[in-house]
């Protein structure tokens, strides 16, 4: 019989921590603290850990800058994996194949591929996180998303198997993908040769958009909901005469209804009491159902 160990991590310490806050970890600033935290300096390291996971049956939750993430105060009983270790973090370039891996920041990555005159994910400007986490949401907005440049992507799976999906039976849909495995580790983008100044431009417009219509020196975790179809979320918020309305220290965004700003000593359960009460007041007015985009931490179960 296998005796199940009270220490799941024993003898990977170097890279688990143990009640690790994640509010460092977040944009919002906000939440409860993660049972484990692992920082995997390898491949070897991930497999590891994923293994330790499912043979003391811990949850997995894999982070990537927060960004788009809200942690409930009751914190996650699980092992949260970040692959922030420069390991995670290599591109590499040739032609207009560029090799990224899911550590690294698309804000760099963007700037760099518009300096090497690499056009094609000037649509991410200002929107903050990993590849990884790019990856799987579908990064973007109204000026195209993440996935039209995808052409391979390097998974692994919750039992540590790690392949290739690449782009013929890769579908890329509204902040959705059809990847079901656990870990992104890279993906592969092919991207179109172009004037560095003219990509500069394109990419300064979209960011200039973006700082005139949202909220982006708060603390906020994006667009909270998604936009049901053919319409907009904020919107609808808007229109119900929800911007403003606080519930304890979280607050509708005046200057756009999809954003719920955490002001400060604000705690996860104000923003979860404010999420339920601006899709009551939607439903009321409009009988739709919003769903929310953000990612909310532990998972339900
Ligand atoms: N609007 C209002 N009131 C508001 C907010 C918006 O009337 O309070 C109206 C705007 O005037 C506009 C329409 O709603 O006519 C759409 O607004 P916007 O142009 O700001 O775009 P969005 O659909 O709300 C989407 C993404 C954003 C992304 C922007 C720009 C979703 C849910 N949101 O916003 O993504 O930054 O386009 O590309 O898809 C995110 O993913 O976290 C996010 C913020």
Not at 39 to 57: D, F, G, H, M, Y
Not at 144 to 166: K, Y
């Amino acid at each position: 019989m296998n005796l199940v160990s009270n220490k799941p991590f024993a003898g990977l310490e170097g890279f688990v921590g143990e009640h690790v806050s994640l509010r460092a970890h977040t944009w919002y600033r906000i939440g409860g603290p993660a049972r484990y935290f692992v920082t995997p300096r390898n491949t070897e390291e991930l497999q590891e850990a994923v293994r330790r996971c499912n043979e003391n049956s811990v949850p997995i939750y894999v982070l990537g800058l927060g960004a788009n993430l809200l942690v409930q105060d009751s914190g996650v009983d699980g092992a949260v994996f970040r692959l922030s270790d420069e390991f995670w973090r290599r591109v590499s370039f040739d032609k207009t194949t560029v090799e990224v891996g899911a550590g690294v920041d698309m804000q760099k990555l963007l700037l760099r591929t518009c300096r090497q005159g690499l056009a094609g994910i000037e649509c991410l400007a200002g929107i903050p996180g990993t590849v990884g986490g790019g990856v799987r949401m579908n990064a973007g907005g109204k000026f195209g998303d993440f996935g039209a440049v995808i052409h391979r992507v390097s998974v692994m799976d919750g039992e540590g198997n790690i392949f290739d999906r690449t782009k013929d039976d890769l579908v890329f849909e509204y902040r959705k993908t059809n990847i079901a495995a656990r870990f992104i580790l890279n993906a592969t983008l092919e991207l179109d040769e172009d004037d560095p100044e003219k990509i500069m431009k394109r990419t300064k417009e979209i960011w200039f958009y973006k700082r005139n219509t949202q909220p982006l020196n708060t603390k906020n975790c994006g667009c909270v909901f998604k936009n049901p179809r053919g319409l907009s979320a904020g919107a609808l918020i808007d229109q119900a005469r929800l911007k403003g309305m606080r519930v304890g220290n979280a607050e509708v965004s005046d200057k756009h209804a999809n954003f719920i700003i955490a002001h400060p000593d604000c705690a996860s359960d104000d923003v979860m009491k404010l999420i339920k009460l601006i899709k009551e007041k939607v439903f009321e007015r409009n009988q739709i159902e919003m769903e929310t985009e953000v990612q909310i931490w532990p998972f339900e179960r």
